[in-house]
């Protein structure tokens, strides 16, 4: 049986449109957030939850942590039905919004946590101990005296990642954590993680758009787009089905125009140079190589894969989403 | 006990994250004075004009005045979270954070919030009880201290009722729902004075609906010793429970309507 068992999960939001001019009623939309879902997850498992906005992702976590109660289907995490058992479930799981904060806004984060203590009625002693633990792996050992309000959003984060891991949940879900972060706090953040994934065995599941947090992180990645799983699998998986074109920058000696290419690439001229995109199934590299060679000496030359932010939109264009 | 606990650690951290900013404290606790103390005064101005209304005395009125603004500001003090601050959790997404949280969302709500500045209030409160009760020269005994005690308690249960029913309506919609007003703080200001000075229409709103009379005026007019409508002892001990059931009934809706909750963006 796995941790986390999730069956043909539905969710339907009424939307209620402005009312226009000259009518009475105002238009309800019914909004299919999610239609059907299902999937599982082992314990100790880092997976990966990714979709364009408005796919449905926040609405499975606020099931699964027992905030929403769904319209069909059934989820069971642990053998807990979350929206049932609403305060032995959370007892259990941790949640971060990387939007919104859940500790208090004007007073030092150490109060805070002494009060998640008691909120959570977790023994003193344990409290200390993983309250050490997380000061130390987050650094944030100085800041305790500081209150929210003071911090930045680095250290806002990390804050709010300790307030949430204080009472050791067996499960995390992590809601877009790293939006807004400078590139230094978001590969602690990633160490973070990992280092919470192995030396406790909780499980994490992480929303995002940061594709260098899936790549970094999770061994697994499930994509949702309106209200549907559209994959389930390894990263490498996912993008070698999409990772299909290749890019060319090169520069010529003096002034030289670009010979035609064959059907299917494309090129752009950027500065003194071109930008060229072929794919190596239908145009191998050597072919290439030779056709822009014979239009004069080339002076530089760069072969790079597409961008992962390129791939996932084109692969949400190729799923229509 | 737990909760218990829980609730004053949370009143104290609020407390002292209310004096981060001293001055705009300050400041704002004198308003409430002013503004209290101005409501007090048009009392007295008014009992000043006349001799007696009906049966009442200008100190029985001004016992009257201060039951309920001594119950009302004490709600509102404490009950911030129900009375006041409720829809803004709503709209910005912190009743998601208590949610997800192993405790009652109710004891959440009253634990986020609470309003020092009332303090001015409740003080202007019992100064209009005290001053009432030496007027009409009330012979306290233990049992009207009991019954005092019971009106305000429930008294307070009640008002945290009748809020409640703009948070089920707040859950529902993610808006605030202002027209309960007319029945809290409507309610404070025509209860102020006794319930039989009113005509019928009104007497029912505030027995039936929304029973201001039976949870404040039947005690306090027992208190006063000239029982309202010459009802015996015993009622002004059991009339306020009318106001643990506005509670429980609000309670029970408030349950309901938070399996319905929607929640807003991600």
Known sequence: MSYITVTDLQKTFTVRKKREKGHLTR????????????????????????????????????????????????????????????????????????????????????????????????????????????????????LLRTPLRLLSLGQRMRAELCGSLLHSPELLFLDEPTIGLDAVSKLALRDFLQFENRQHGTTILLTTHDMEDIAALCSRVMVLGHGSKLFDGSLADLLSRYDTQRIISLRYDGDCALPPLPAGCESIREGDGYRITYAPQTVPTAQMLSLLQSAGPIRELTAQPQNIDHLIADMYREMDL | MGTVKLYLKSMAMLLKSQLEYPASFLMQTLAQLIMEGGEFMAVILIVDRFDHLNQWTPGDLFFFFGVMSVTFYLTECFGRGVTGAFPSMVRMGQLDTLLLRPRGVLTQVLCSAIDPRRITCIAVGAAALVMGSRMSGIQWTFLKGIALAESILLGGMMILG?????????????????????????????????????????????????????????????????????????????????????????????????????????
């Not at chain 1, 880092?46 to 109660?69: C, D, E, F, M, W």
Request: hydrophobic share 40%; net charge positive; aromatic share 12%.
């Open chain 1, 27 to 142: 238009e309800k939309t019914l909004v299919q957030a999610l239609k059907g879902v299902s999937f599982s997850v082992e314990r100790g498992e880092l997976v990966g939850y990714i979709g364009p906005n408005g796919a449905g992702k926040s609405t499975t976590v606020k099931i699964l942590s027992g905030i929403l109660t769904p319209d069909g289907g059934q989820a069971e995490v642990g053998g807990r039905i979350p929206w049932q058992q609403r305060k032995e479930h959370v007892r259990h799981i941790g949640v971060v919004f990387g939007q919104r904060s859940q500790l208090w806004w004007d007073v030092p984060i150490a109060d805070s946590y002494a009060l998640l203590k008691d909120i959570y009625q977790v023994p003193p002693q344990q409290h200390q101990k993983r309250l050490n633990e997380l000061t130390e792996a987050l650094d944030l050992g100085s």
């Open chain 2, 162 to 266: 009748l809020f409640l029913i703009e948070c089920v309506f707040c859950v529902y919609s993610v808006k605030s729902v202002e027209m309960v007003n007319a029945l809290t703080y409507g309610g404070r200001s025509a209860c102020q004075y006794p319930i039989d000075v009113y005509p019928r229409p009104l007497r029912l709103l505030f027995t039936v609906v929304a029973p201001f009379a039976l949870t404040q005026h039947v005690p306090a007019a027992y208190i006063l010793g000239k029982p309202l409508y010459h009802w015996p002892a015993w009622t002004a001990f059991v009339c306020p429970l009318a106001g643990g059931m506005v509670f429980a009934i609000m309670y029970c809706l408030f349950r309901r309507a938070l399996r319905f909750y929607r929640s807003t963006g991600s």
